[in-house]
């Protein structure tokens, strides 16, 4: 098969020589003609020596790299990296089970196919596409899926509403590509959850918290806890199996806060322990009577998805952590988090230096969180490293 060549500008490779799967506009010297966004290019230097071959889109990132060698992009390419992905999660012991049927298996560069991200909820799979590639090129990597997961995985759905360039005009960004399924219900670390496929966020859940939760399990024998940003409820109730004396989850979503309850009832029917509140985090965090609480999770949304974003989303996460180490009871622990990519852990880590500070408290750091091991990072992509968090001892 013969793809359209793009030529990078002299000495542009040298990401690509240390295997990073981004090509950025700046550095393509010209296009053999003009291309469709997400159409399939080959890459070459400027000495027309082949080095990559990728998605084409329009942007900053204007190829994401699918293999440094040269390869036809079809059906057997996408089994083969399906096939490579399911290896990994079932060497880290996440195969489906009774126990747990859910979990991430491809996490884009960190699985090699940048721009895809798949999760899987007991038989069905969630695929979401963050490139005009990868949409481009859904259903046949939903029958190597089916391949691949038979007869595990029976159901598909596409969830790319949001993920995708909105200036693509892309259509069919979100609906079932099988057969649908009413069934919305999955198992982690044999607790339920209902997924919200259609309108909640991400795919539908926070997979990549898993191992975080069960952490807080631990600590939640006897303690009074609040869970902000709750979302679906996820780390309250492995609070409440962990022993909590009581549990309060927090969010600004009507829907999100329908769902925790749907969630507790699932696994703790008529526990009077649980209560749910709709209010703005911060707003919360300010009229909350001192030391109520003494274990709290901050689980905010992205405070920033660019850079030019990053000094106002520091600033979010100083005043949010500073006002629940200032609350907190002594003797508190609070489960800390940023998902933002640009937020490095530095960053974040020294915004809980300056937060502990503004508090005038005493703390300690016991445990440095990042995400699991379905969401592996590619070593050549340090880009892929999002989820940080620190758990802290307030004295």
């Known amino acids: 098969m013969e793809y359209r060549k793009v030529f990078l500008k002299p000495k542009k490779e ?28 080959e890459v070459y230097t400027s000495d027309k020596q082949f080095i990559a071959i990728g998605h084409y889109q329009i ?26 992905a399911f ?19 491809v996490h884009g560069e960190g699985d090699e ?34 391949d691949v997961m038979s007869p595990t995985i029976k159901h598909i759905f596409y969830k790319s509403e949001t993920t ?17 399924t009413s069934d919305f219900l999955a198992i982690e670390n044999g607790l339920k959850f209902q997924v919200d496929f259609l309108k909640g966020q991400k795919t539908g859940f926070f997979v990549d918290q898993r191992e975080n939760r069960a952490l807080l399990e631990k ?18 109730f492995y609070a409440m199996r962990g022993g909590a004396n009581l549990v309060h989850s927090l969010d600004s979503s009507a829907k999100a806060i329908e769902f925790t309850n749907q969630n507790i009832a699932l696994n703790f ?31 905010p949304p992205a405070f920033a998805k660019h850079r030019r974003n990053l000094r106002n989303a520091l600033q979010g996460y100083r005043r949010l952590n500073a006002k629940a180490i200032e609350k907190i009871k002594p003797g508190g622990i609070l489960f800390t988090f940023s998902c933002s990519q640009v937020v490095s852990k530095r960053d974040f880590r020294t915004t809980l230096f300056s937060a502990s500070a503004i508090a005038k408290r005493e703390v300690r750091i016991l445990h440095q969180l990042t995400q699991p091991a379905d969401h592996p990072i590619n070593i050549y992509h340090p880009e892929g490293e999002y989820l940080k968090g620190l758990v802290l001892y307030v004295e």
């Open 219 to 236: 600590y939640a024998l006897g303690r009074n806890v609040l869970n902000m940003f709750c979302y679906t409820g996820g780390f309250s």
């Open 269 to 299: 029917p008529n526990d009077p322990r649980h209560e749910s509140f709709t209010d703005d985090g911060f707003k919360f965090l300010d009229d909350m009577p001192q030391n109520k609480y003494d274990l709290i999770v901050l689980d």
């Open 164 to 180: 995708l360039p909105y200036k693509a005009e892309l259509t069919e960004t979100i609906g079932f590509l099988t057969e649908p």
């Open 113 to 146: 196919l940048p721009g895809l991200i798949i999760d899987i909820y007991d038989q069905t799979a969630v695929i979401q596409a963050h490139s005009v590639g990868m949409h481009v090129n859904r259903q046949e990597i939903a029958d190597a899926l089916l």
């Open 87 to 105: 290896v990994l999660r079932k060497a880290i012991g996440l195969t489906p089970s009774d126990k747990n049927n859910t979990f991430r298996l």
């Open 14 to 41: 040298e990401s690509l020589e240390r295997f990073h799967p981004w090509i950025f506009s700046g550095a393509i010297a010209k296009i053999e003609g003009t291309p469709e966004e997400g159409e399939i290019v």
């Open 59 to 84: 942007g900053s990132i204007a190829i994401r790299v699918l293999s440094f060698q040269k390869k036809i992009i079809d059906y057997s390419f996408w089994k083969n990296r399906l096939e490579q």
